[in-house]
Every structure is written in C-alpha cells, then in structure tokens.
C-alpha cells in the first residue's frame, strides 16, 4: 500500500552561491555592530542582542527561502523472485547441511525441496526480509513462465496450469527474465531474485536476458541450487580424420573421449557406417581415474569411391543418464581418380628401381619416370619414361606427387626448381625427396628454392661432396625406429594400430647409410630416427625420416636411399604399404588444397552452439572468390529456414584459408555453398538439432549465472550463502504514484510571529540597557 512522503523544497530567488555569501556577509556586520556599541553596556548584553539579531536574521531568510512541503505519496519498491520448477530441479544432490542440518546429516534433499525449504522456514526470516523492504512477486517456470502466489509456493502448491510431468520437460530461464522485466503486470521491479539451476534448455539464451536486464539497468541475484560437480558422464567430444582420402588408404581417424565419474572402467569404442550401421573398427581402453580425456586411434581403410558417413559411438556405461553425446558423426570423401606421381632419379638405384616396380602395379597410381643419366632412347622401350624433367608450373601442375631421388642440379636449368617450390607451396602439391650419397642434399647448397622446402638446414657454403659419403661404411647398420610423433601418422602406420607397427618398425631389415644431418628446421617433424643397430657400437641416433609443410603443401624427407631393404623377407609387403601411405597422404594434399574444401567444425550440433566454418582456397579459388583475397563469401541455406550470407576472414597469416563463427541458427539441415566461377560450388553440410532433453545435463550452471550476476550488477549465490541476501539487495527506491497539493511553509503564522517576538525580545533588551 503506498504511505505517504513529504519532502521540503525551497525557492531561493538568488543563485546557490550567493545565499550563504549574504547571510554570511549580514551575520558578520551584526557581529561588528554590536561590538562596537559604548562600554558602557555590559558584554552580555550585547552578546544577547547580537543572538537575537541573528535568530531575527535567519528567520527572515528562512521566509526569503519560501519552503514549501512537497507531499506525494509513494509505493514500495518491487522485487520479483523466479525460482525453477522444471524435471532438472528433482535431482537430489542438495546435501541437507546446506539448510541447516544437523552435522552428521548424509540426507540430500531435491533441488526444488531446498529451494522450498529455503522460502519455508519456520520462522521466514528471508520473506519477512525481503518484505520489510519491497513489494515480493513470485514467478516460477519451467518449459512455461507465470506468475504465481509467494504463499502458495511456500505452501508447495503444484503450478496452476497444464502437466507438471510435460511443463517440466524444458527449462525457459531467460523467458522468465524477459517475463519478470517486461511482461509481468505493475511497475518495473528494482531487482530480480532467481532461484534455479540454470540449466536454459529453450527459448531465450542467458546472454540475451543478461542484454536485456543491462538495458533496463535491473540487478540479477541468482541463487544456484544443487551441485556443479560433473554427472557421470561419457562423450565423444572430437573426431579427426583427413576429409580426402583414395580408395586403399590406410587412415586412422582419432578420437578424443572425455569421461568423469567412472574410473578404471573399460570404455569401448566403434566406428560404424551410418547406412547399414556395419562396425569398420574399434577399440577399448580403461578411462582415467580423474576426469579428463583420452585420445584413441581408430584404422579405418575405405576401398570404395564415394562419401563416407560415418559415425563414432563410445557405448554407454553403467548408469549413465546422458548418452546423447556418446556419438560423432563424420565424412570422409573417398576420390577415385588415380593419383599421378613423378619419380625421378640421375641414376638407376636400387631404391629408384624398387619405387618404379612397386608404384607401377599400384592400381591407385599412375606413374611417369625419368632418369638424368639414361639413354635418349630409354623411353622408347618404357612407356612409363620421360625424356626430359617437366620443369614448367603448368607441366608440374599435371602430377599430385613429386618423387626426387639423387638428381644433380646442375644440369637442371631454368626456372624448374622455383616452379617446383610454387608446385608445392602454392598448389599444395606433395613432394618426397629421397637422399642420395652424391647429389641429394648435398649438392643443393647453392639452389635457394630447395632449401626453403627442405626440412633441413644445410650451409649454404657446404662444398659439393662434403659429406657425400654420409655416415656408414657399408658395414655399420641403422635401424629405422619411429618416433612418438611418427607413430601418429598415417604413413608409418604398417600395421594394424600403432603397438603393432612399432613391433614391425623393429624387425625390417637396418640400412647401411644415412645421410650426416646437421639440424633439423624448426616446425620440421621428426618422424623416424636411424638408430646404431650393432650393439659393440656406443649408441647413437640421427633424424631419418622428416616432415615439414611449405605453404599449403607437405614435404616428407628421406636421408637414407635404402628403404628397398625393407623389401627382404617380407614380399614388399611393408614397403609397399608404407610407400603406398606415404603418396596417398601427400596426393591428399593437392586433391584437398588445389581444388579447395569446405567443412564444419562438426557436423551435428545443438541449438545454441556455435558452428565454425572452414574454407581452404586453392590459388585458382581464391582468385575468383567474389569477395577479394581477405574474405570469403559463403552461402549458408536450411530446409526451413532463410538463407543468409556468411562472411569467412582470412585465418591468421595462412594464405588461402578463411573461417567465420555463425552464432544462433534454429535446428535445421543446412548446407553452406562457396561459389565459384566456372568452378563447382564447394559444399559442407550439418544439421542443428531441437535443444537437448532436460535431464540431459545436470550440472549447476554456476559459472553462467555468475556471469548474469556480474553483467547485471548483482550478486551470486549459493544455498550455504543465500542468508546474506536480503541484507545485501540494493538500497531500495521508492516509486511516486500520486502528486498532493503542496503547503507553504514560508507564510506560516508560527514562523511570522517568531520573528516579531524576537525583534520585540531585542528592543525591550535595548531600553532597559538604555540604548533607546
């Protein structure tokens, strides 16, 4: 009910400033004055008539003011309290120390019973609180919002309207805002109490509502109720696969599982097509004892062209309530164009000869030779020869792979060598260089081109034939050994999962030469190491097989030329596999970066998330990409929603990839499209799905509702802390809802007669002292 208010309110006719210069101005002359008067009038009285003259002068000023009594009459300030009654509140994990309980206490109480309990004490200390000083509305919501009785709330009154069972099925925390601030009959309220989980399931975001309190400038107190401590909980949160691959590759698509709350369990992992639902692979692990995650690998060998569905599915534990992110869905394109590969060579080595035998019965590949020191008429007898080294871009940009073996620079003129830098750095073409003990590396020295690809770093003033001879005499042996990195990649991968290829990397033959490498470059990768393979020798080890990416294309090195020992006893069966990886991996590169892609970070999502949008433009692309080199420009179109225009920015200082967050799609199918001209569109596909299931996740959002609380100015707290609330609200500020008449003070008979008594009080003093 509105009390009223009265407030004074003065008219002084000067300036602020110039009131209390002049009352201090007469004050101090009347002092004077009346210091001044003959001796023989006491002190006293002087001191009397200076008081009186003074009470004389502030009466006067007073009238001079003209107060004036302002009434009004005012409501009280209002304060809405929302509180949650969806499914996610029935979770009992509020321990009943938090309200009071005793000590020894191990009961645990609903989320909505603490909040209940909270409101319904016996002896209501927080709404008596909160009503001394407002207004209290009470709001509840669910997968609906209204308002609602405060007593019948305490009382535990079930909502008015529709099925608890099918109103608690979503939690619409930012529509009670909005509701609280904007829809919610009677005046705005001065703060908003809201006692939830917050879990937002649907309808408005949290960060919307936050926008929304921020412009009404209406504080948020959230109390979080229940525990923010992880739910048992098993995900698939990334899956990693090469998105190109050739019919016969040997993948491995790596997955990232984050567990909490099931420590030392097993955890199985399948790979499965989406149509058909047939296993391709698996694998099993023992999840972490903490929470955190864990990266498998699993292979997977497509042996068909065409697109891949395929999904990733981690099986469900023991009591695990939210399986929903159990699951990754992915695609893989699957290219049936043979991969054309360059193998050249000065001389007819055993590794040259190896190479051509094994690539030329590689189906996937179509091969072209040449050889600097054969005889003019050596391609007549072989079709697969060249007669001369394709040294333009336009000739290099007919192959996908380069093989360069122990070729002499020398007698290579032109522009070939920076055409094949531009081949590779540009086009993301692959390269392999094979060393040889006379010219490759070290006779590479003088050409600027091959030191830029190469991952090595080799002196510039190294004289040709220095180390030509390389380390071993022919009777010292290295052993191949991958590293912890090599045996993540694909390549190295010969058999059936990474323990089993270390085993195989063990038993292949040793080499007799390496090449003497100084240092590696930096950001190169060492993927395997020649290690001393005689034990009456002291234990050495030196880089033998290296990676490093020039530009948009990869470059893998080989510093010994031996690998066809690898041959023996084993049927070429880990040598082709490995070289058979190894020019699928680099011919990945060209079909993926020449011709440009298109992806999603993921290809499923969840209304709210953010989607992340890649592009890689070839050179050819990104010229006739209708935005210019810094953008790009995507159409992004769904089922049943409006298509819209999506701007991708150059990533970082990559020269032809782009990316773009879009924020606040609706569930739908979409399908993103880069046009370009005279080209085929490059496409990536996705699907938003509806928000996810109630119970889907029950962790306490505290994190979000803190930030509601900062962004806000309010306060967050918990139900051990909830006491200090009431105290702790902002200094509430009336609302004016009725203006009364206003009442002149200044003409007030009481004031005008104090004045003429206190001037009738002075002359009487002044006769009897005989100053009249």
Known sequence: MPVEVRDIAWRW?????????????????????????????????????????????????????????????????????????????????????????????????????????????RDRSFID???????????????????????????????????????????????AIDFALRQLPGPRPSAIIVI????????????????????????????????????????????????????GDRMQVEVVVRASGYPGRRQRIVLRQIAGGDSLAESEFVLPEAEGSTTTLLPLRPAQPGTL???????????????????????????????????????????YRALKSLLERDPAIALRAWLQDADPSYPDVDPAALAALPNSEAALLQFDVIILGDVNPALIGGDAWDNLRQFVAVHGGGLALVAGPRFMPAAMGEVEAMRRLMPIELRKDQPFGATAAGAGDGHAKFSIVPTAVGLQNAALQIGDDPARSAEIWAQLPPVTWIYPLFAAKPGAQVLAEARTADPALP?????????????????????????????????????ARYWGQTVRRLARGRAMRGSGSLTA?????????????????????????????????????????????????????????????????????????????GQAPLKAQFTISA??????????????????????GGRCYTLATA?????????????????????????????LGALCGTLACEWLLRRRSGMV
């Open 539 to 575: 234990a050495a080890s030196s880089p033998a097989i290296l990676r490093q990416y020039a530009g948009v294309g990869e470059v893998i090195m080989h510093l010994t030329d031996e690998s066809w020992r690898w041959r023996w006893r084993s049927d070429d069966r880990y040598f």
């Open 129 to 175: 609180r909160l009503q001394q000083r407002f207004d209290v509305d009470l709001v509840q919501f669910d997968a609906g919002v209204e308002a609602a009785s405060l007593e019948k709330a305490i009382l535990q009154d079930p909502i008015n309207s529709g099925s608890p069972i099918e109103r608690g099925r979503a939690t619409r925390l930012g529509d």
């Open 196 to 247: 939830s989980d917050g879990i937002n399931t649907a309808g408005l975001s949290l960060a919307d509502a936050t926008v929304r309190a921020q412009a009404l400038g209406v504080p948020i107190f959230p109390v979080a109720v229940g525990s923010d401590r992880p739910r048992p909980d098993v995900a698939v949160d990334e899956v990693r696969a090469e998105p190109v691959a050739f019919p």
């Open 601 to 677: 970070d993921r290809t499923e999502y969840v209304a709210g998330d953010d989607v992340t949008l890649y592009a890689r433009l070839g050179p050819l692309v990104q010229q006739s990409a209708s935005s210019g080199a810094e953008t790009a420009e995507v159409l992004l179109t769904g089922e049943s929603s409006p298509s819209r225009t999506i701007e991708l920015s150059r990533s970082g200082s990559q020269l032809h990839s782009f990316q773009a967050v879009v924020r606040g799609l609706p569930p739908d199918r979409y399908e993103a499209r880069l046009i370009r001209a």
């Open 309 to 351: 569905q395929l999904v990733v599915e981690a099986e469900a534990q023991a009591g695990e309530e939210n399986t929903a992110n159990n699951r990754q869905a992915l695609t893989i394109e699957v290219r049936q164009q043979p991969i054309r590969t360059l193998l050249a060579s000065a001389a007819p080595s055993f590794e």
């Open 13 to 121: 006719p000067w300036p602020a400033w110039l009131a209390p210069l002049l009352v201090a101005c007469a004050a101090a002359w009347i002092i004077t004055l009346y210091a001044k008067e003959p001796p023989y009038v006491r002190r006293s009285v002087r001191a009397a008539l200076a008081a009186l003259r003074l009470v004389s002068l502030a009466l006067l000023a007073t009238m001079l003011a003209q107060p004036t009594a302002e009434r009004s009459r005012v409501a009280r300030p209002r304060l809405v309290v929302a509180v949650d009654r969806s499914n996610s509140m029935e979770t009992r994990d509020v321990p009943a120390t938090q309200l009071g309980g005793s000590p020894g206490d191990a009961a645990h109480l609903s989320r909505t019973d603490a909040w209940r309990t909270l409101l319904n004490r």
């Open 723 to 751: 006491g200090r609330l009431p105290a702790e609200l902002p200094t509430p500020v009336g609302r004016v809802v009725e203006r009364l008449p206003a009442e002149p003070l200044w003409n007030s008979p009481w004031l």
């Open 691 to 712: 928000p996810p299931a109630e119970l889907s996740n029950l962790v306490v959002n505290t994190a979000g509702m803190a930030a509601l609380a900062e962004a806000t």
